[in-house]
């Protein structure tokens, strides 16, 4: 009797801790892995160039032009722009290092032109 009732006891608890030690462990890991992969770029200068049928990055060694058509949708929090692309990748500018109100200007109207969404969910943080 002693045993099933230890073993219901453990079995509250794990469940009750269980989540938070997993978000925990995921976090941690997902925090390991981006400072592997992207340790490079941290702190690197970055320029990126609207033009009429792509926006242009320019990074370190690399190039890249990506036209307007693999725009997937736009979306503006309090303290970044994300440009999202149909391949998955992400565009993000920190509103810090931009003229926020012409950069929102013309990524809504960007949006707009190319018919995709403008998403603004101002109240998001990061968690």
């Avoid at 269980?18 to 992969?37: F, M, R, T, W």
Wanted: aromatic content about 16%; glycine content about 2%.
């Amino acid at each position: 009797m002693l045993a099933l009732i230890v073993y219901i006891v453990f079995c509250v608890l794990f469940l009750l801790f269980y989540p938070a030690i997993l978000s925990a462990g995921y976090k941690k890991s997902y925090q390991k892995a981006i400072k592997e992969i992207y340790s490079q770029r941290f702190g690197q200068a970055f320029t990126l160039e609207f033009k009429d049928t792509s926006i242009n990055d320019n990074f370190a060694m690399r190039q890249c032009e990506i036209f307007h058509p693999s725009l997937e949708s736009i979306e503006e929090v309090s303290s970044h722009f994300f440009i999202y692309l149909k391949y998955g990748e992400q565009i993000i500018i920190p509103k810090t290092e931009v003229d926020r109100d012409a950069t929102k200007n013309y990524l809504q109207a960007l949006a707009q032109q190319l018919t995709i969404p403008y998403n603004s969910n101002l109240n998001w943080k990061w968690k």
